[in-house]
Structure formats: structure tokens, C-alpha cells
């Protein structure tokens, strides 16, 4: 069942056209990944879906409520936790997540229990009668965590949450996200980070000029980029006719020669079929094997092959 649907979204600026025409749908259970290099319009869909920016046109819908008619129902099942810190540095962090919830409508023993539970689940009820002015940059990103997840909303939207902070926090915050999820939050999760998206998310959608241009999980991604593993044999040396035979074969989708050998991408489904008439060509031919080597295309070289850019260019 989808939780979120995005239905044909236009998001323009004069004759600046800032998300065109986006539709896609998430899962209710997801964890999903969303990604695209700077000005791809990945920020603007996030305030879109969240309330805060108007649609030039489409809609989005959310546990089946239109941000377009019923904005403030949309609102309710979603939390929040922007890139840039949300939280008041004068108030406690108690104070803090209290405000959110009395936003939300909690009010007396509900939102006491409410308020408790957020800050136990960032791991910071110890420091409910202190100032965020006093915690440490990871700190104040769980502080923020608590106060989007107070009123238990059905979605998540993480933006950036992980920037700036020590690896402990991260590890903390990542492993909060598949609790939340566990416990029954959709989760849409951004970063920079593409190891971070690799581990937690479920699927992944990458945005480029304010157009979807992939989705599905990391598997699926790679069907649709066609990219396939790669194999490094390291040899000695090679004859002419071994190499002929090697670069004719079939399987072989790409084939460079470097100094220490021979670099190959081949289909992975088939890699390992592959990889055993490599081995009898070289065998075949008296060419040594000094080393060989399987890799795996990762998030970031997919997304550097469908973009053209890093997660990071400007």
C-alpha cells in the first residue's frame, strides 16, 4: 500500500522550472532513500510534501489526504527533522519536545508520556533538564529527532540528520531510524553520505534537474544504469590472441588494460559462469594469475553513471 504518492508536481519560479512534473509513489514500511546532487530539486520536494512550499501544480498525498485540500491532516502523520536544527536553545530539552507536542495537540499526562518516551528513545532523558547550548552537535541532532517523533507520526522525513557529527551520534541516529521503522514509521531519509543510504534504505530514488530519472532498490538500480561487476586480473603478461578472445567474449561489457592487468565489467548475474571461461582463456593461453579481484558497483558509482556528478558537485 502507498503511504506517500506524488502526483505529476510542477514547482516553478517564474519561468524557472524547479521539480517537473514528479511522480512516485512510497511504500507504507519503508525506508526510503532519496538522492540527487545540489539544485536537483530534492529539497524543494521535501518542503512541498511537508507543507512548507506551495505546488505550482499536482499533488501529493499522504495516507490518502492531499497536501493541496487537507493540508493540516497531511501534516499530523508527518515528522519532520529538517537539516537545519529545529530546537530553541534557551528552553531545556524537555521544554523543547514539549512545545513540539503541545503543537501537535498532546496535552497533560499524553504529552508527559509522550515527552519522556521521545527523549529515552534519543537516549536522552538523562539530559531532559538541560540546554541544548550545552550538548554537543550530536546531541542536539537526537534533541531534534525527539521533538519530530513525539506525536508517533506515519512518516518520517529525515533531512540530512547525520551532518556534522561524531561517529558514535551517527551510529546512534542510524540505528534509531530501523527501530522507528520496526515500530511502524515510513521513513524518506536523505544524506550525503551514500554508505548511510546503502545500509538502511529499502529502495532509493534519484532526483536530477527536478526529474526522477531512477528508482527502485539497489539491485533494480543497477538493471537500469546496465552496469555490471567488475573483474581485475593481475598478470604477468598477455598474447594478442588472449586478448582477442577475452575482449570477443559475450559477457565481457567493458575491457580496459592497465599496467598491472586486465580490468573487465561483466553482467553480475552471470559473473560467475563468466568468470570460469576467463579463467580457462587465460589458463588456456599460459598467462599467469597473480591476483584477481571481484567488485561490486556501489550507490556512488551508480549515481555518478545516472547523473553525471557526484552526490557533492555543485
Not at 198 to 221: F, H, M, P, S, V
Request: proline share 3%; aromatic share 6%; hydrophobic share 40%.
Amino acid at each position: 500500500m502507498s503511504l506517500v504518492i506524488f502526483r505529476d508536481v510542477v514547482k516553478k519560479y517564474d519561468m524557472v522550472i524547479t521539480v517537473n512534473h514528479l511522480q512516485f509513489t512510497i511504500g507504507e514500511g519503508e525506508i526510503f532513500g532519496l538522492l540527487g546532487p545540489n539544485g536537483a530539486g530534492k529539497s524543494t520536494s521535501i518542503q512541498m510534501l511537508s507543507g512548507l512550499l506551495s505546488l505550482s501544480s499536482g499533488d501529493i498525498l499522504v495516507d490518502g489526504f492531499s497536501i493541496q485540500k487537507q493540508p493540516l491532516e497531511v501534516k499530523r502523520r508527518i515528522g519532520l527533522v529538517p537539516q537545519e536544527l529545529a530546537i530553541y536553545e534557551s528552553l531545556t530539552a524537555r521544554e523543547n519536545v514539549t512545545f513540539f507536542g503541545k503543537l501537535y495537540g498532546l496535552r497533560g499526562a499524553l504529552l508527559r508520556d509522550r515527552v519522556d518516551e521521545a527523549l529515552q528513545f534519543v537516549g536522552l532523558l538523562e539530559k531532559a533538564k538541560e540546554k541544548p547550548s550545552t550538548f554537543s552537535g550530536g546531541m542536539k541532532r537526537r534533541l531534534n529527532i525527539a521533538c519530530a517523533i513525539m506525536h508517533r507520526p506515519k512518516l518520517i522525513i529525515m533531512d540530512e540528520p547525520t551532518v556534522g557529527i561524531d561517529p558514535q551520534s551517527r551510529n546512534h541516529i542510524l540505528e534509531s531510524i530501523r527501530t522507528l521503522n520496526k515500530l511502524g514509521s515510513t521513513v524518506i531519509y536523505t544524506s550525503h553520505y551514500m554508505e548511510e543510504v546503502e545500509a538502511i534504505c529499502t529502495r532509493i530514488g534519484i532526483l536530477d534537474q527536478g526529474k526522477l530519472i531512477a528508482c527502485g532498490t539497489k539491485d533494480e538500480l543497477k538493471r537500469q544504469a546496465g552496469q555490471g561487476e567488475k573483474l581485475i586480473f593481475e598478470i604477468d603478461r598477455r598474447s594478442e590472441a588472449s586478448y582477442k578472445e577475452i575482449s570477443e567474449h559475450p559477457g565481457v561489457k567493458h575491457l580496459e588494460e592497465r599496467d598491472q592487468g586486465l580490468t573487465l565489467e561483466v553482467a553480475v548475474k552471470e559473473s560467475s559462469s563468466i568468470l570460469q571461461d576467463l579463467l580457462f582463456i587465460i589458463q588456456k593461453h599460459g598467462i599467469h594469475l597473480r591476483k584477481l579481484t571481484r567488485v561490486e558497483p556501489n550507490l556512488e558509482s551508480l549515481f555518478l553513471q545516472m547523473t553525471g556528478r557526484t552526490l557533492r558537485d555543485e
